[in-house]
């Protein structure tokens, strides 16, 4: 996944008053910490921060310059939004170093159709994942070409980007293929009162 820079300012106003103080600015603010260095507090622009994470997803690469001239490389660990508006609200940036493997969750890409006449259930929407930090694939893709009514498509039949590795159970269904449900037919004693009301 590419790297994105955006600009960022370092925080003093805490507490809930002072993050109501940033949002009503325009800001988000963040925290940025791992490494085992001291967590730093900063405040990003609010809609250019959602653009980065609308366009990239939870695992976008993000290289944050402050002013006071430090410059970090993250990916977000935590997004929190409004239950009503869906702004972001805060957001936990992890720092994350050039060849180094973290455990993230990547968004499955399923593609094909499936044999005609089946309709296809999607099992799960995501897979956990082992990557190199700044190398995280965008998704996985998952084909379901042809697969039969009755059958499943598993982990273990899933080829993962090269450097990733997929941590869930080899054999947990990933998509299956079922019969659509038709009309059920009348009961007997439902048949038999209307035959009965025809006469």
């Known amino acids: 996944m590419s790297e994105v820079r955006i600009s ?3 925080r003093t106003d805490f507490g809930k008053g002072g993050a109501r103080r ?4 325009g800001k988000v603010p963040a925290v940025v ?15 250019e921060f959602a653009a980065v994470i609308r366009k990239g997803g939870a695992n976008q690469l993000i290289s944050v310059e402050v002013t006071d001239g430090t410059r970090v490389l993250v990916i977000p660990k935590d997004i929190q939004r409004d239950a009503l508006r869906d702004d972001i609200v805060h957001a ?21 159709e499936v044999e005609k006449g089946g309709l296809a259930v999607f099992e799960l929407n995501s897979l956990n994942v082992e990557a190199e930090a700044t190398h995280i694939p965008e998704s996985i893709e998952v084909s379901v070409e042809g ?12 080829v993962a980007p090269e450097g990733t590795v997929i941590l869930n159970d080899a054999d947990q269904a990933v998509a299956s293929v079922s019969e659509p449900r038709g009309e059920e037919a009348p009961a007997d004693d439902e048949a038999a009162e209307g035959e009965a009301a025809a006469e």
Do not use: C, F, M, W
């Not at 940033?22 to 600015?25: E, K, M, N, V």
């Not at 697969?147 to 899933?158: D, K, M, N």
């Open 33 to 47: 910490y791992g490494h085992g260095e001291k967590p730093t507090h900063i405040s990003l622009p609010g809609l």
């Open 147 to 158: 697969l039969a009514i009755g059958s499943q498509r598993y982990v273990r039949e899933i």
């Open 22 to 25: 940033t949002r009503r600015a």
């Open 92 to 112: 936990d940036l992890l720092i994350v170093r050039q060849g180094e493997k973290i455990t993230t969750e990547v968004p499955i890409n399923y593609v094909g």
């Open 8 to 10: 960022a300012e370092p």
